[in-house]
Each structure stands twice: as C-alpha cells, then as structure tokens.
C-alpha cells in the first residue's frame, strides 16, 4: 500500500506542563512521536511548566502563549489563533477540557485541521470547577459531536462521557504508555510490610479509606507521598492521629524520582474513591515490579487484572482483607505477584503500544466521500472500484446519482458503503438532492470526489454543511462541445465558471487537462493522475502448441457509442481481410451485440459476417485481450485515458490507434497512431503489425507492458491519489503536470 511520506504535523494543546499525570503522559507521547519519524510535533500550553525543559531537550517545540490572569480572554484567544495559524497543524491534540474546546474553536480559523480531543479521567468534578469551569464542562457535552476524534486513556472515561452525550462512534480507548526502560524491576525482595499511597491530595484519592484500613492492619507501616490541598491535608493528618497512626504513618511531598523510589516499596494501594481513569502510578509500580491493592475505579480492575487485589471504593473492610492477604503471601508467592504485575504491562500497556495505536488515529484519513454519475460498465467505474480497492487507509463512501451498475456489489466487496440515489439520467430531482445531503452530513467526510461531470456539480452540492475539500475528477477529453448532449454541455461549462471551488481538479489526461482549462477551467487547480493498470490481472498468454493454427485475432473493445467509432474500424477490417482473409474480429462492449440492429446491418453490408463476432459484454476481458495478436482503438473523440490501450499493453499485445487523447503518450513508442475518422490509414497500420514476425510482434507487445509498468502501473497511481486525498496534497501547476500542449476545444 503507498505511503504518504510528507511528514504529519501534530499540535498538541494542553492547559499547563506542570506536574501531573496528563502532562506525563503528553510528554512521553510527544517524545516518542517525535523518535518514531514522520510527525513534526509542537506542544502548545497555557502555562509554563517544569516539562518544558525535558520536551526542548527531546526536539520537541513547545509554545507558551501566556494566560496573564484568570479573566485574560480575548486577549489570550487571539494569542492562541495567531500561534496556532503560524504552526499551520494537519491536527490539533488537545489534552483535557479546557484544551479539548480551545482546539475544537480554532479549527475554523486555522484551516480545519484535524481535531482530537484527549479525556483523560472517568469522572468530573466539574461542580467543584467554579463558573468557567462548569460552563466549560457543558459546552464539551455540548460540542463534542464535532470533533473528529476523541481518545479516553481508559474504558470507564469512555463509557462515562458516552453517558454525558460523546459521540460514541467518535471514542478510542488509548492507555497510558508505562516507560519500561525507566520504570524497571530490580532484585529488591519488596519483603516488607510497608504500604505506600502516592497521589495528590485531594478527596478524589480518599486517604481516609486508607487511614482506616491501616489503623486494623496493626503489624502494617503506611506511608504517604504527594502534594495538595493544605486544607484537606490538615484533616488527613488529623484522622491519622484520631485513629493512633501516628508512629506507623510517614507524611511525605511529591517526589520527581520514582523510578528510583518504586523499586525499594513493598505494595502501592490505590483508593481513588471516583475520577480515576487510568491511574499511572498503578502502572509505574507494576512495570516497576510492585504488588498493588487498587479500588475498582476507572480501569484499575482492568489494569490489575487480578480481583484479588481490586476492592469496592471505600470499603475498609475489604481494603484491610486485602493488605492483610498481601501480608500473609510468602517469599515465593510475592515474587510471583511482582512477575505477573511486571509481565501484564509489557503486554499490553507500554509507551510502543501507545504510540502505535495514536499515530495511526492521528494519521487515519477521514471518510473519503466520491460521487459519480453512474455504476455501470465502464473504464472510469472499474477505475473507480480499483482506487477504493487499493486506497486502505480510508473509509469510502459512493453515491452513485443513478440507479443500478455491474459495480455496486465489487464495491461493496472492497469495503465502501454504496448509496444509488436513482435519479433519471439528466433530471435530477429534490428527493434525490435531498438524500445527496443527508447522506453527506451523516458521512461527515473529509474529502469529496466529485467523479465525472455530473459527479463533481453533485461533490459541490454536498459540500454544503460540511468542512470537507471537493475534488474533482475529469476523466475525458473535449475536442467540441456540440459532440454532447445539451444538458453534459451546459454541465461542462458551469463546472467552469464554478472550478474556483475546488481544492484540486484532477485529470486522467494530458490532453483533457489542457482542452479544460481552456475553456475556463482553473489552471492552478490542476493535477494529473493517469489511469493505472493491475498488471497481475493484466497479464501476456502463456504460449501454447495450438496457437500455431488459431486464426489472426484482432480486438476492438469498448461500449457501443459514437465517440468509440466502430463504423471507422469496420471499415477498416473489411479493407484488411481483402489482404488477411484469414483476420477474425472480435468485438465486445455493453451494445456490441446481434441486437444492434445498426451494427449488425453494417457488418452485414461490408461482407464481414464470416470475421466479426459481436460478443456482447464480457467478464473474461483479460483472458480475451492476452489471446489477440493485436488491438485496436478507433475512437472518434471523447477519448481522455484509452483504458483498452493501456490494457492490451500490460497484456503485451501491439497496438493501433487513433490519435485522440492521450493514446500517444500511453503507448509512446510502442504502437502505430493514426488519425481519427480514416479506414485507410487504420487497415495500412494494422496491416503493417500483421505483416511483422511472430517474434517481432513479441517484441513490440513486450515493449508496451514494460511501458505499462514503468509509468501506468495501479500501485503508482495509489500512490499519487494517497497524496491527494491527504490533508496536505500539494497543487501542481499546469507546467509541473501537463506535456505541452494540445489543440483546444473547440465551442461551437
């Protein structure tokens, strides 16, 4: 699958790097991110923080925009969308509420980039956040429907927030990364009776469970590490003393060494009585190799996967059972605890894991939504159902504005969501435009190709009410206008008047391209993307002894309309049996069939019953192509990518064709080119083939598929379409795409 190599840009937006376990967690992502390659990663905070330095040191950027003061709004706001339109993001991270809905405001002003929100409890307190606080905790409820993506760092945040009215198909459970190389075990026998709880102080983290669990744990020592409120520290230490704890209780303040310290613990517990997510001191201490005791809040349960050691939040009793069990295990049965603890981080909770899992929802393209005219037989609808086949990194969805198609059920196959909105060809109607938004407001794609006419004025419809970038796809050439029908013509000419809109127009064509923009198409939305060829399905016929006596077997494939010319070519096969009348000519295509009467009152006149089959529509056209000895294209007009050139190619089969489109620069030189609408010359070309050795004619089909491969292959077309479905595709001008030129369209 091709990769898009430009690297992703990634701003984080979190409220301060201070201490913390949502800071911790940022820093260990970005670093990581930034060592894995690809991202260009800038953290964007409110406040300064003690993580700055160690984000710096790392290579990652980091920008503080200063919030002066509580009340500094405007001000600050404007800072932020200034900082943030000069990074210029392909997303924006935020991490927790306040920078959840920052980032959610300056999409609009900064591009719209990609925005995630981070949530990284399981449980708010927002009654406790004062006014701002709580307006803020409504307007995330609120709002939330409109970021792209949101990741929990736990399966009890998620579930919490769907509760609360998140999106729940927007939700992805990340957990926290545990740095095993810092967080490691050593030989320490942990064979103590010491029970350590580390977290800030606050009533989240219920010290009182604690406090009384130890007091009935007499043989126990109980030790405290962590900073907080002085008021609901005081009252701590004061139920310490009320229950006689105070000679078996050390009190002691945040420390920054706890790799160094877990190690020498003997059992980390865990009392958070609501709130907690995914607590990273839980999994510090068992990458570190720790016993731990945790109450059943947030992921801890998940976390410690062992019931023994998870309690009901606040039970005492419980809490004391199980130090009093973690006391009573013996030297043998706490080694194996450290183990397990150790083991269940590395397979399931390292920062390896976490980074993988968030560069790929930070890469993951959205909803690609494409639009065609139809689903029927033909070269831009299998074009179509192989780019979706092969473009694996997005979701797609086709909106078909007819009914039916040979193609709706190879789509669905591939994995794309196939709506068919049955309108009458050229009538649309307001049910169907109707069902053209809803459908697009559901999807909520990032991208919307518009492929074929009628196709990319449908992408612009839908548009409406989205955020998404139209792109267009025009998939054949324009030598005279009067050669359409009145309704594509005036379809054609306001797609001019309207391609300003589009972020880019791409062409299957050189020739198209130039015919395009000269009547008004934007030049500076141009990009060129050929058609591609699957040259495992596309493949040369194995030799076989029969063959020395088979017929010679010439191909004209293709639907029956005027642009394809069929009375051109059997014109010209009725001029080359007269020399080869040993010529069979097979003809296949939706209407090449006996029931066309007009074909087949032509092949009727021009003695030609005994060497054209009319064969109809055919599953087997690969089969077929690599059985021919040549292939011919006689289309009049219209052609912009000759499918059936390049097909015969790829199978290594000669070529005759007429010069319309990009025939020429498909086959190079490797076929004969002939002019449009002249039986002579096309019978002297195909003629001039036949009359080559069978070795010759090899060579010449082995120079067609080498011509295939090297510039018209499908993985390189995959590639060039990743790149524009991007969130950064770049716009090549016409002198970067386009060959020089060709005539024009003519208007008449």
Known sequence: MPECHAPCRLAFLIRDLGHGGAQRQLVTLAKALVALGGFEICVVHFYPGVFESELQAAGVRTVCVGKRHRW???????????????????VIHGYLHESNLMALLLKPLCGFPKVLWGIRDSQTDAETWGLL????????????GWADGIIANSRAGRDYYIGKGYPAARFEVVPNGIDTARFKQTLLGNSGQTFTLIGRLHPMKDHATFLRALAEVPEAQGRIIGSGDAAYAEE??????????TNRLTWETARDDLPEMYPTLDCVV???????????????????????IASDVGDSAWLVDDRRWIFPAGDVAALTGAMKSFLALNHEGRRALREQNRQRIADHFTVEKMVAKTAEIVRRQGPVLWITTGLGTGGAEMMLTQLIGGLKHHSHTVISLTAGGK?????????????TLDMPVGKPTVGALWQLLKISRLTRPTVIMGWMYHGCLAALIARMGTQAKVIWNIRQSLYDLSLEKRGSALVIRALGWLSFWPKLITY??????????????????TRLIPNGFDLEKWQPAKPRAEDVKKPILIGRFGRYTAMKDYPTFLRAAALIVQQRPDVQCLLAGTGVNADNAELAELVQQLGLTNHVQLLGERQDLPEMTASLDLVVSSSAFGEGFPNVVG????CAVPVVATDIGDTAWVMGETGRLVPAKDPAALAAACLDVLRLSPALRHQSGQAGRARI???????????????????RAHIATSSEAIAPLKPAVTSN
């Open 72 to 90: 500094d709004l405007a001000g600050f706001f404007l800072r932020l969308v200034k900082t943030m339109r000069a990074l210029g993001p392909d």
């Open 133 to 144: 606080g709580r307006l803020s905790f409504r307007l995330n409820c609120l709002l939330s």
């Open 236 to 245: 701590m230490r004061r139920l310490a003393a009320t229950l006689g704890l």
């Open 270 to 292: 865990s009392t958070s009585a609501y709130g907690e997510g995914f607590s990273n001191v839980l999994g510090e201490a068992m990458a570190c190799g720790l016993p731990c």
């Open 407 to 419: 193609y709706i059920e190879p789509l669905r196959a591939v994995g794309a969501t196939v709506h």
């Open 508 to 525: 299957n064509s050189q020739v198209s391209a130039r015919q395009h923009e000269a009547i008004g198409y934007r030049p500076n939305k």
């Open 647 to 650: 097909e015969a190619m790829a």
């Open 709 to 727: 491969l090297a510039h018209f292959s499908l993985n390189r077309v995959l590639a060039l379409f990743e790149e524009v479905l991007s969130t």
